[in-house]
T-cell receptor
Framework: TQLLEQSPQFLSIQEGENLTVYCNSS?????LQWYRQEPGEGPVLLVT?????EVKKLKRLTFQFGDARKDSSLHITAAQTGDTGLYLC?????????????FGTGTRLTVIP | EAQVTQNPRYLITVTGKKLTVTCSQN?????MSWYRQDPGLGLRQIYY?????VTDKGDVPEGYKVSRKEKRNFPLILESPSPNQTSLYFC?????WGMGPERAFFGQGTRLTVV
């Protein structure tokens, strides 16, 4: 059974600081998605990475996909209070012809003003 | 506006009283899915549907039923709720045959408490 581990589980930082959160898999990712979930809302897709070694940037967020496609990181530069939320990584898994998402347990980020 | 709508947002019920959580999407998506979210366990898939009248079990289907009679609707049914089904539930949809690497759209969630 594939395991998706995210670390750290909780992270509290001051506004303006940089941070990195990680997603590691016990097996190779098919494709990896990162989501952010704000309190009282559903997850919202941030990015999809597919190719080993891929780096994608979304404003102050930088996503890296490991060369072996078993790990990924999300780096936030100069964190803002609006970055507060639960960050989830998810792998796609093909089951009976359907491409389902399998989620990690998440990193809960709090940015303190 | 593209959206997935769940109702109700909050529900408190008693053990054994049948309930239905509705989910509707306005994007003509073929694929829909239900997840539950629990502290420390993340999002776990309950059921999914690839199209009308096509449903299949996810990782935690016990105690739940679903139906897909229309493309836009995918209700979650708890025939006899128990306290261990207290959770935050999310419905999601995406185009074609699944959610990866297609973009998944999530509803706002239904917080269910079974006493």
């Amino acid at each position: 059974t594939q395991l998706l581990e995210q670390s750290p589980q909780f992270l509290s930082i001051q506004e303006g600081e940089n941070l990195t959160v990680y997603c590691n898999s016990s097996s190779v990712f098919s494709s990896l998605q990162w989501y952010r979930q704000e309190p009282g809302e559903g997850p919202v897709l941030l990015v999809t990475v597919v190719t080993g070694g891929e780096v994608k940037k979304l404003k102050r967020l930088t996503f890296q996909f490991g060369d072996a496609r078993k790990d990924s990181s999300l780096h936030i530069t100069a964190a803002q209070t609006g970055d507060t939320g639960l960050y989830l990584c998810a792998d796609s898994r093909i089951t009976a012809g359907a491409n389902n998402l399998f989620f990690g347990t998440g990193t809960r980020l709090t940015v303190i003003p | 506006e593209a959206q997935v709508t769940q109702n109700p947002r909050y529900l408190i019920t008693v053990t054994g009283k049948k309930l239905t959580v509705t989910c509707s999407q306005n994007m003509n998506h073929e694929y829909m899915s239900w997840y539950r979210q629990d502290p420390g366990l993340g999002l776990r898939q309950i059921y999914y549907s690839m199209n009308v009248e096509v449903t299949d079990k996810g990782d935690v289907p016990e105690g739940y039923k679903v139906s897909r009679k229309e493309k836009r609707n995918f209700p979650l049914i708890l025939e006899s709720p128990s306290p261990n089904q207290t959770s935050l539930y999310f419905c999601a949809s995406s185009r074609s045959w699944g959610m990866g690497p297609e973009r998944a759209f999530f509803g706002q969630g239904t917080r269910l408490t079974v006493v």
